[in-house]
Nanobody, 114 residues
């Protein structure tokens, strides 16, 4: 099983980024997918989650109204659209797949700075 994140980078405050997570090697359609992040010196935290066939999504309070998680089961891909970014969003963002077992990607760095 493999999860590969992409789309991170340096963005100015107020800007936007879209993260992509490409999955392979497991039954993607049956897994809940989520994005987590870890800032320097902090614990990893859940950012957003989406069930196996879409539907009700969940978000951390800190990103509600700014971030949107979505998935394309045909493409085995999950996305995180991030708008109105601020310095507190700076972190390594990780993709996670969870059912009876869990898989993690290697992470992609997002830096919000002027």
């Amino acid at each position: 099983a493999q999860l590969v994140e992409s789309g991170g980078g340096l963005v100015q405050p107020g800007g936007s980024l879209t993260l992509t997570c490409a999955a392979s090697g497991f039954a993607f359609n049956s897994y809940r997918m989520s994005w987590h992040r870890q800032a320097p010196g902090k614990e990893r935290e859940l950012v957003a989650s989406i069930p196996s066939f879409g539907g009700s999504t969940t978000y951390a309070d800190s990103v509600k109204g700014r971030f949107t998680i979505s998935r394309d089961n045909a493409k085995r891909t999950v996305y995180l659209q991030m708008n109105s970014l601020n310095a507190e969003d700076t972190a390594v963002y990780y993709c996670n797949a969870k059912r009876d077992r869990a898989y993690w990607g290697q992470g992609t760095q997002v830096t919000v700075s002027s």
